[in-house]
Nanobody, 128 residues
Framework: DVQLQASGGGSVQPGGSLRISCQAS????????IGWFRQAPGKKREEVAC????????FYTDNLKGRFFISNDNAKRMVYLQMYSLNPDDTATYFC?????????????????????WGKGTQVTVSS
């Protein structure tokens, strides 16, 4: 069974940092990209970041670049999202998913995420 388990969410004060993790199992990890997404109440799900486990290439949503950093540990089948300078707008449920990520042309920015498998999310709340 393909499983993607996000963990590490919690409450953090504005300006704080948090690292969340995604544990993957049930598929050939190196053959897939793992993406992070988030969804706040009443809002559409949005892409956050993605990493191609085959070559380590990373992709970011432009408005989060520089605050959020994605990394992986192929041996542990883990993908991490390190988040800095958090603000209340970052409050959301964060999900990880497995699939393919492709960069849009540079003049457009961002990337396309085509995900096949989704995990349950982890809640991140930013408030004072």
């Amino acid at each position: 069974d393909v499983q993607l388990q996000a963990s590490g969410g919690g409450s953090v004060q504005p300006g704080g940092s948090l690292r969340i993790s995604c544990q993957a199992s049930g598929f050939i990890f190196d053959d897939w990209a793992i993406g992070w997404f988030r969804q706040a109440p009443g809002k559409k799900r949005e892409e956050v970041a993605c990493i191609d486990n085959n070559n380590g290439r990373t992709f970011y949503t432009d408005n989060l670049k520089g605050r959020f950093f994605i990394s992986n540990d192929n041996a542990k089948r883990m993908v991490y999202l390190q988040m800095y300078s958090l603000n209340p707008d970052d409050t959301a449920t964060y999900f990880c998913a497995a699939g393919r990520c492709t960069a849009y042309p540079r003049h457009i920015g961002g990337y396309d995420a085509d995900m096949d498998y989704w995990g349950k999310g982890t809640q991140v709340t930013v408030s004072s």
